[in-house]
């Protein structure tokens, strides 16, 4: 009889407590944006925090990797002579350090986000796309020449999701040895 794989079952619970820490804490996130959407926005949608190259490397921790120009800039007048920080984190990068990351990367909590045009209010869309409203306008009026069309941008926190697993679990089970 073949030994059972430890180290393989202990990844694997591991990965369940995973899974089941997080749907409570989307349970939980979701409760407290029922009771005051505004607190629990206003807590999400703050400021990035700079971290320093420790934080940044984190094992489970989501990182900001791609902060603005005029961040960086700022940061590094700050402080001239230390150590440049280039990454930062926010709440909800902190709360995914709870519960893992999927084999790609992806953390297991997720903000849903309305996605507005500045004109047209709340769009079906990706942010960056231009609006499809602003498309659709009607091409006929002389005015609509001088119209920009706009992009996408986030709008207001609608509350929060488990992050899919089956589109981030990467197949790295490979085929059985065959062994008899
Ligand atoms: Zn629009």
């Given at each position: 009889?073949?030994?059972?794989?430890?180290?393989?079952?202990?990844?694997?619970?591991?990965?369940?407590?995973?899974?089941?820490?997080?749907?409570?804490?989307?349970?939980?996130?979701?409760?407290?944006?029922?009771?005051?959407?505004?607190?629990?926005?206003?807590?999400?949608?703050?400021p990035i925090v700079p971290c320093?190259?420790?934080?940044?490397?984190?094992?489970?921790?989501?990182?900001w990797d791609h902060l603005d120009l005029a961040t960086l800039e700022r940061l590094a007048d700050q402080n001239p002579d230390g150590e440049s920080k280039t990454a930062g984190?926010?709440?909800?990068?902190?709360?995914?350090?709870?519960?893992?990351?999927?084999?790609?990367?992806?953390?297991?909590?997720?903000?849903?986000?309305?996605?507005?045009?500045?004109?047209?209010?709340?769009?079906?869309?990706?942010?960056?796309?231009?609006?499809?409203?602003?498309?659709?306008?009607?091409?006929?009026?002389?005015?609509?020449?001088?119209?920009?069309?706009?992009?996408?941008?986030?709008?207001?926190?609608?509350?929060?999701?488990?992050?899919?697993?089956?589109?981030?679990?990467?197949?790295?089970?490979?085929?059985?040895?065959?062994?008899?």
């Amino acid at each position: 009889m073949e030994a059972p794989d430890f180290a393989k079952l202990i990844t694997e619970s591991a990965e369940i407590l995973n899974e089941a820490i997080a749907d409570r804490m989307v349970e939980v996130l979701n409760e407290a944006y029922r009771l005051d959407p505004e607190c629990i926005a206003q807590l999400m949608d703050g400021p990035i925090v700079p971290c320093n190259a420790e934080l940044a490397d984190h094992s489970t921790i989501q990182i900001w990797d791609h902060l603005d120009l005029a961040t960086l800039e700022r940061l590094a007048d700050q402080n001239p002579d230390g150590e440049s920080k280039t990454a930062g984190v926010r709440v909800l990068g902190l709360l995914n350090g709870f519960t893992g990351k999927y084999p790609d990367g992806y953390g297991r909590i997720a903000a849903s986000y309305e996605v507005d045009c500045p004109v047209h209010g709340s769009q079906d869309g990706i942010v960056g796309d231009i609006c499809p409203a602003c498309i659709a306008r009607n091409p006929q009026k002389d005015d609509e020449d001088t119209v920009e069309d706009h992009e996408l941008i986030l709008g207001k926190l609608l509350g929060f999701a488990r992050v899919d697993a089956s589109k981030h679990q990467v197949s790295a089970q490979g085929p059985d040895s065959g062994n008899p």
